[in-house]
């Protein structure tokens, strides 16, 4: 027991409205190791450290902190009890300096004021003691990304952190800064603080960690000593062995190029270069699917091809007119169709009826409405008509579609993108939190829209959904196209793990095969 | 769905009582004849037809206020604007019924043609400023109102004065300009009528057009609206000449249907009144009569208690603010009934997301 | 013409602006703190009002200025908090609260001037009394310059101090830091152990006692009665101000100074015969033209991103 500083045994989140987060978690950690913690998207990792920073009650199991029973009630006990979190997405306040962002809660005084210059001092030295000499006076926003996060592993130190959660910390990272950030790991290891590694990025696991803990579905799946186990062993405890041979489709004949993308790149405003040169062809009739973990440039490539961003270097053509002078009003002028990740953020709006929620893309239509008068009658037939195919568990037309559940909201997003056949279909996520009747019907339109010889765009996270639906595939990984497959025959869960997981990845010829691929 | 509306009625319901009682509670602690004052202010607005004529005339310019705001909430616009709409609608207009020569029918026609106009122009400023520029609609349109009350008070004083008179206001106005009353033995005129056309007007537009489907769609959701491939620049400035012109219609109406002159001194105060109905109605257009008579009502009855026991008839804006913060103190009950239906539908995203 | 470059040039001019500037550096300083925390408060008029109204009463009951001026402050930290806590506790949108807040302003001043001074209009009938004027001894004597900065309200030198006050918050104090952290960034204050909820209040609290100080100079300093909606907009002017100081105490300051300017041109135009009911529109034309000129440099850097 004394071996381990941390102990969480059997630990069980459910939230109130049935959602299982944790089904039965065991996860400890010796003190000074390097831990890592992987799993896909939903595995449950992120709720089991907010639980161990105490921004979640676990509903069953128990903690053992240094040999003793603990519960955090909140973030302040963790961090005074010498939890630290050095979140995904930085927490700091982009007009302070460092010194600022560091002392923000414990600011020392000089009677009313803050001592600013014992702020500077006390940061200066925090540096200088942990080796992560940062400079107190500059301001965060200037920082670059790595500088950024040094100054949040310091902010953990300066509360005394003990245990460090680090949560995606490469993500965001350039290799030279990622070197960096295991030079400094390995410092604070020998200083003896304990690190919790999460990442699904198993070759930069690989380099650093000590010890490994797999989750999936909501609990442990096994833990692993890192020198005794192999980066295809841990793809597969994450993934899950299922072999999933994908549809035959045979040889297809496919049309015109209708979407076309060559040397995509995207900087995003902190820097960070999200996407890096992606080219990509999609000919009528065809599926083609982008696997790989969320985070990896998908958002920022839709987010381009749906004119949210703009085009800053590359080109993306759709029915051969590029498209970087359009907005979103523009686009949808082209026969065009865009399931959105967030149905919430932009696909619906909540208090609004479902009818007018399934036409709001194509108001100039003549059939819905004649001088600006809308027809009910011919709006009333098509929600009806839809309902029915795509089986919408409604109270009718005139419910706002926010009452409805994922699945049903989704079929209204989906039944109003295809509504009228678009040839090309951008679908991001297009079954995320919808229940299998729906995704199933989902997916029946795609193949038909396709077979109708539209190009469909398909981004997902979900394996299962991508092997089923695509006629050719390629995994992203940082921003690039790092594998890219003619066929999905053959291809499995287990196999696509490896280079979604930065493990592997095909030579530069494969991954031009994207572009005028497939005849 | 029943049951929401049911309970969206249920909780208007429980502000307008809450806002009775405080009537009550203001009336016994003001007036020395406590008892006799609170019946007085809940009975005898409906005791004789003159009364009740007086709730009708009364709730006049407030459906058009509220129609007003109603059409920008609805798009999600915060612009106040109001009262210098009215105030620069109705002197415009009358500057047309005093001078203009027309025969009878047509003449009030033209008049609110005018008003409307004005509206319009007035509206389009904090409009335009926003669609084009996002700024901030609710300060601009506040500055309109003083501007529009400074410059109306000059020309008033200045080139519709009738120095014949000790007070300030303006020439009579031609009798074939004038809205006519409708029912004898009260003050109530056609402008009724006009005002429940243009209710019946807003309602088919929101409802019924492609266009009112993008204003409640942009209010709704200006990212969707976006997706969807609205035009929300010509949304905002849409709304903005609808209000004007409701709201214009609404100064020029009252002027023509109440008075004889232009009498206005000082800005007639419709704008956050307006508000507030639209907010009780759930910015609903034909909510708004409804709303609108029942403030109208709270309005008779406070004059009425006024007269008889000195309780200043300020206290309906005391009962205004009750009003509003308890309904939109109601949107977070609301909120609360909305997140509850809502984690049903969540269950299984939650899951997939790992709530990251 | 000539009279009235005359009368612009002189020290009674410069001093007035001053004068007219005060509720403007309170209520816009009050809107740099809320905002800044991320809670903007839009009832500055309202409070200012309120404020206003209960330190000519209790001035008159108390028959001293001094209790005017504590319950004027006590008046609109009442009615802040209530907005603090219909936001915060019941997340009633804040915009709305705010229009709540000004509407019962409004009415509820104009109810209660008539309960206690049987006037709808001004409570000059009743013996407020007003806080003092002060001269300031080696300076009053100074040439020019002494009739310009000597001789004002005691609550015109306070509005320096509310912004001297401001800055050095939001600069220099723990509190400060927090607000603009909760401002900024809600989950990296959070993240340490700062209540949002806490700060923000605390932030809504302050600018209801920079309003107790605007309201208090209108009714017991600019004038000594209470008169129906006295405060013409410049709780909205403040705002206005705020937005074009960029949400800084000394940016907020020098715009205040400009619609300053701009309501003593009016005020002395109006007296030169020029027509005053233009005239008192200049400082609302000018607000006007502010936010224009403002918000289009906004759009157009905007646009290059």
């Known amino acids: 027991m004394s071996e381990y ?192 590694f999460i990442s699904h990025k198993i070759p930069e696991i690989k380099q650093i960690c000590d010890r490994i803990t797999v989750m999936r579905s909501g609990r442990t799946i096994e833990t692993y000593q890192c020198e005794a186990v192999t980066e295809q062993q841990i793809s597969n405890a994450i993934m899950g062995c299922e072999l999933n041979t994908a549809i035959e489709r045979g040889n297809k004949k496919y049309g015109e190029a209708n979407i076309q993308v060559r040397d995509l790149s995207y900087t995003d405003k902190s820097g960070v270069q999200a996407l890096k040169g992606i080219s990509f062809d999609i000919r009528e009739g065809m599926v083609f699917g982008i696997a790989g973990v969320q985070g990896n440039g998908q958002v920022e490539l839709v987010d381009i091809l749906t004119r949210r961003k703009a085009v800053q270097s590359g080109e993306a053509r759709f029915y051969g007119q590029d498209i970087s002078a359009a907005d979103q009003k523009s686009i949808r002028e082209l026969s065009f169709g865009y399931v959105p990740e967030d149905r919430l953020e932009q696909g619906v709006a909540a208090s609004v009826p479902i009818s007018e929620n399934m036409i709001s893309n194509d108001l100039e239509n003549n059939d819905f409405q004649k001088h600006g008068m809308l027809d009910f009658q011919k709006i009333d037939a098509f929600v009806k008509e839809n309902i029915e195919s795509y089986e919408i568990r409604c109270a009718g037309g005139s419910q706002p579609v926010g009452m409805l559940s994922g699945g049903n909201m989704q079929k209204v997003v989906v039944a109003r993108e295809c509504g009228h056949n678009p040839g090309i279909l951008i679908a991001e996520q297009p079954t995320r939190g919808v229940d299998v009747g729906a995704a199933h019907i989902i997916h029946k339109k795609i193949v038909q829209l396709c077979r109708d010889g539209a190009s469909v765009l398909l981004v997902s996270a979900d394996l299962a959904e991508i092997l089923k639906l695509s006629d050719v595939l390629a995994v992203m990984y940082e921003g690039e196209i790092v594998a890219f497959f003619e066929s999905t025959e053959g291809l499995n869960e287990e196999k696509l793990g490896l280079f979604m997981l930065g493990i592997e990845r095909h030579g530069p010829e494969q991954i031009r095969k994207a572009v005028n691929g497939h005849e | ?199 019946a007007m807003v309602y088919v537009f929101l409802y019924k057009t492609k266009w009112g489907l993008q204003v409640r769609a942009t209010g709704a959701n200006a990212k969707f609206a976006k997706y969807s491939g609205m035009n929300v620049m010509k949304v905002i400035l849409l709304v903005h000449v609808i209000a004007g012109a409701v709201a214009g219609c609404g100064g020029i109406v009252e002027c023509l249907g109440l008075h004889k002159r232009f009498e206005w001194t000082a800005l007639p105060g419709y704008g956050f009144d307006g508000a507030m109905i639209a907010m009780l109605a759930n910015n609903n257009p034909l909510g708004v009569i409804g709303a609108a008579a029942f403030v109208a009502y709270l309005r008779v009855g406070a004059d009425l208690v006024s007269r008889f026991a000195d309780v200043p008839t300020e206290m309906v804006s005391i009962l205004q603010t009750l009003i509003i913060l308890l309904i939109s103190a109601e949107k977070f009950l609301h909120k609360y009934k909305q997140r509850w239906m809502e984690k049903d539908i969540q269950i299984k995203e939650v899951q997939h997301e790992g709530l990251h | 013409m000539k009279g009235f470059i005359n009368l612009i040039v002189s020290t009674d001019f410069v001093y007035s602006i001053f ?213 013409s907009s410049r709780g909205w002017i403040a705002l206005a101000a705020e937005a074009m100081g960029r949400q800084t105490a000394l940016g907020s300051a020098a715009a205040s100074m400009l619609f300053g300017v701009a309501d003593a041109v009016s005020n002395a135009a109006a007296t030169q015969g020029l027509p005053s009911d233009l005239v008192k529109t200049i400082p609302y034309v000018a607000t006007l033209v502010g936010l224009t000129i403002f918000s289009v440099r906004i759009y157009r850097r905007q646009k290059e991103v």
């Open chain 1, 5 to 196: 500083i941390l102990e969480m045994n059997h630990i069980a989140k459910i939230y109130g409205n049935g959602v299982v987060a944790n089904s039965d978690v065991s996860f400890n950690l010796k003190k000074g190791e390097i831990h890592a913690l992987v799993g896909e998207n939903g595995a449950g990792k992120s709720t089991l450290m907010k639980i161990l920073f105490g921004m979640e009650q676990p509903s069953r199991g128990e903690i053992f902190l240094r040999g003793e029973k603990t519960v955090f009630s909140g973030s302040k006990e963790a961090i005074a009890k010498g939890i630290g979190m050095v979140h995904q997405h930085f927490m700091l306040v982009e007009s302070f300096t460092v010194a600022q962002n560091i002392v923000l809660g414990m600011e020392p005084k000089k009677g009313l004021f803050i001592d600013q210059k014992e702020a500077v001092r006390f940061t200066r030295e925090l540096g200088e003691r942990f080796n992560l000499p940062v400079d107190p006076e500059e301001t965060t926003k200037n920082l670059p990304v790595g500088l950024k996060q040094k100054v949040e592993i310091l902010k953990a130190l300066a509360r005394g952190a003990e245990i460090l959660i680090l949560d995606e910390p490469t993500a965001v990272l350039t290799p030279q800064e990622i070197d960096q950030l295991f030079e400094e790991l390995r410092q604070l290891k020998a200083q003896g603080h304990t690190i919790v």
């Open chain 2, 1 to 199: 769905m029943n049951r929401e509306k049911t309970f969206n009625i249920l909780c208007t319901a429980v502000a307008m009582l809450a806002a009775i009682l405080v009537a009550f509670l203001i009336i016994i602690l003001v007036s020395d004849k406590p008892v006799e004052s609170i019946l007085i202010f809940l009975m005898q607005p409906f005791s004789s037809g003159r009364y009740v004529g007086n709730i009708v005339e009364t709730a006049i310019p407030l459906i058009f206020s509220g129609l007003s705001m109603a059409i920008l909430f609805q798009a999600g616009l915060f612009n106040l604007g109001g009262e210098g709409v009215f105030f620069m609608a109705g002197i415009v207009g009358s500057i047309a019924a005093i001078w203009l020569k027309l025969p009878i029918f047509i003449f009030p026609l033209v008049c609110l043609a005018v008003g409307a106009g004005t509206g319009i122009l007035v509206m389009l400023v904090p409009g335009a400023l926003r669609a084009k520029f996002n700024a901030n609609e609710m300060v601009t349109s506040l500055m309109m109102n003083n501007i529009c009350y400074g410059v109306g008070c000059y020309i008033l004083n200045n080139m519709m004065r009738d120095t014949a008179v000790s007070s300030l206001v303006s020439y009579k106005y031609r009798s074939a300009a004038l809205l006519p009353t409708i029912v004898s033995g009260t003050r109530v005129h056609v402008g009724i009528l006009i005002a429940l056309l243009c209710a």
């Open chain 3, 19 to 231: 004068r007219v500037m005060t509720p403007l550096l309170f209520a816009s300083m009050g809107a740099v703190i809320s905002d800044v925390a991320g809670a903007p408060n839009i009832a500055l008029e309202g409070l200012m009002l309120m404020a206003a109204f209960s330190g000519m009463y209790f001035g008159y009951l108390a028959q001293s200025a001094a209790v005017g001026l504590l319950m004027a402050l006590l008046t609109a930290v009442l009615f802040a908090g209530v907005l603090a806590f219909f936001t915060l506790y019941y997340r009633t949108n804040i915009i709305l609260g705010g229009i709540a807040l000004n509407s019962l302003a409004s009415g509820g001043t104009v109810f209660l001037l008539y309960l206690v001074a049987n006037d709808k209009g001004t409570s000059v009938s009743l013996a407020s009394k007003t806080l003092p004027n002060i001269n300031i001894p080696v300076i009053e004597n100074i040439p020019i310059l002494g009739s310009i900065i000597s001789g004002h309200n005691v609550l015109t030198y306070v509005s320096v101090l509310a912004v001297a006050f401001t800055y050095y918050l939001l600069k220099s104090t723990a509190l400060g830091a927090h607000i603009k952290a909760v401002g900024e960034k809600k989950e990296a204050a959070e993240s340490v152990g700062i209540s949002a909820v806490k700060t923000q209040a605390a932030a809504l609290l302050l600018s209801g006692v920079m309003c107790g100080f605007g309201g208090a100079f209108m009714s017991m300093g600019y004038v000594s009665w209470f008169s129906r909606d006295m405060l």
